[in-house]
């Protein structure tokens, strides 16, 4: 492999390690709010004991979400440089924004929380969690608000001197067209994953807990489970209708993203099917065996069954002329055409894996409706639970991760749609053996990661909640005895 080739291997296993703590960091922080808050209004010591326990799992996921976020941004200075250097005008005002606003929010106020602990009044230790939520969604928005602009690039002029894209409108930067759909997507694809995850929790200690002993957290694990579930379900439901309104603007501003999520190679002028599974040669250029919808991608595409859906060959067609012919050395392999099979396959797992997640939450709130708490005495049913407690965290976050494998592979070759190639983005200077040592480097070191993190996580999942303990009023504290971690 060349050092361009690398480069991409590199950043994909970053971005698609970290992003796998982003959604859950976004959606556990609302759960953990939500539960102070209940704490706070109506005293019941279950709520406070969930807070604290959801809340070391919060923490857990902040902290390797934030280690691994770090090395991001080092690889646009060390892998794309050449990128940088064209987009660094633009990208510096949202990201710079992200760091010391939202990123700063979310850290100071997520300590407030931990050491507030018996130091802070009650209403204002709950908001600081509600803080420490806003911090995540604005740290979305700005850095959803950077890749827009490669999805869409606008609010720019390019210099022809410097050779650099310049900043002219950052309002329409942070107004994108591409962004306004794709943030209200991930948020509440972030809503899908916390509440799978706080579902999961809830049916393992669940199925644990001692029914017939007086006093048994059964009843507080089948509420919690419950709130999870409704969360998945009703996030699963926003998910669906923000990705149609996403998917109408992607055909609109990347044609070639939409036919190639549907390996659609022939222009369709109406009633364009669906494909729910296709069977094709190995480099997708021959339908083999397919399963089709009939009329649907054209409403997906157009909002209308009998809207036209552009195919891959004819865009092929006008993109070299253009952009440049198949002898463009600016192109890889010739072509303006995405990996075909990588776009079918993620678009469809993004949306089978987050469909499954909302049938399961719906399985669950049918099994646990009228006071019924899940046990191990049913044995037939006791590998289908094991295996939900096991996958539903899991499934949501796999979505999202699917679907940003289809965001940005869809759009190559172009790192910036229609402006800028990946090929001309990447370190001149950089050799393939230095990007190779760093990518073994960050992959070793993110293997480790995930162990550290994956224990940590299930030994607090098994221990559960902590007992409850009231907590000493503010104003009976000794404030002259040590700041002690709250866990």
Request: glycine share 8%; aromatic share 12%.
């Amino acid at each position: 492999m060349d050092a361009l080739a690398l480069a991409r291997w590199q950043f994909a296993i970053t971005t698609v390690y970290h992003f796998l703590f982003v959604p859950i960091t976004i959606g556990l922080s609302a759960v953990v709010a939500y539960y102070h808050t209940r704490w706070v209004r109506h005293r019941n010591p279950d709520d406070l004991r969930i807070t604290k326990w959801l809340g070391k799992l919060f923490t857990i996921n902040f902290a390797l979400g934030l280690v691994t976020g770090i090395v991001q941004e080092f690889q646009f200075g060390m892998n794309w440089s050449d990128y940088s250097r064209f987009v660094g005008d633009i990208f510096g005002a949202p990201l710079a924004i992200e760091a010391l606003l939202a990123f700063f929010l979310e850290s100071t106020f997520l300590g407030l929380w931990i050491f507030g602990w018996g130091k802070l009044p009650e209403k204002l230790h709950a908001a600081t969690m509600w803080i420490v939520h806003v911090g995540t969604v604005l740290s979305a928005y700005f850095i959803l608000s950077a890749n827009s602009f490669m999805q869409n690039p606008v609010g720019y002029r390019l210099n022809p001197a410097s050779g650099r894209a310049e900043l002219t409108d950052f309002a329409a930067v942070l107004t994108n067209k591409v962004q306004l759909v794709t943030f209200p997507h991930t948020i509440v694809a972030s809503y899908m994953a916390g509440g799978a995850i706080v579902m999961s929790v809830g049916i393992y200690r669940m199925r644990r807990a001692d029914t017939g002993n007086v006093g048994s957290d059964a009843s507080m694990y089948r509420r919690m489970t419950r709130i999870g579930a409704i969360l998945t379900l009703v996030a699963g439901v926003l998910v669906a209708v923000t990705g149609d309104v996403q998917g109408k603007i992607m055909t609109e501003v990347q044609p070639m993203k939409m036919a190639a999520a549907e390996a659609l190679y022939q222009t369709s002028d109406s009633c364009a099917p669906f494909s729910i599974v296709t069977v094709g040669s190995l480099d997708g250029t021959q339908e083999r065996f397919a399963v089709t919808v009939p009329c649907v991608l054209s409403f997906l595409a157009t909002g209308t069954f009998s809207g036209k859906v552009e195919g891959i060959n004819p865009l092929q067609q006008t993109y070299l002329q253009e952009f440049g012919q198949s002898g463009n050395p600016l192109l890889v392999d010739s072509t303006y055409l995405p990996n075909i099979p990588l776009a079918y396959w993620s678009f469809r797992l993004m949306i089978g894996v987050g469909m499954l997640s909302a049938l399961v939450a719906l399985v669950v709130l049918w099994a646990t409706r009228r006071g019924r708490v899940l046990t191990r005495s049913d044995s037939r049913w006791d590998p289908a639970w094991t295996w939900a407690a096991i996958l539903t965290p899991l499934m949501p976050v796999f979505a999202c991760s699917f679907g940003w494998i289809f965001t940005e592979t869809g759009r190559q070759p172009w790192l910036v749609w229609g402006t800028m190639t990946t090929a001309t983005g990447v370190s001149p200077s950089v050799s393939a053996g230095e990007v190779l040592t760093s990518m073994g480097v960050f992959t070793l070191l993110y293997g480790v990661l995930a162990v550290v993190e994956v224990k940590l996580f299930l030994h607090y999942v098994r221990k559960g909640p902590d007992e409850f303990v009231e907590p000493v009023p503010p104003d009976q504290v000794d404030h002259d005895a040590p700041l002690v971690f709250a866990y």
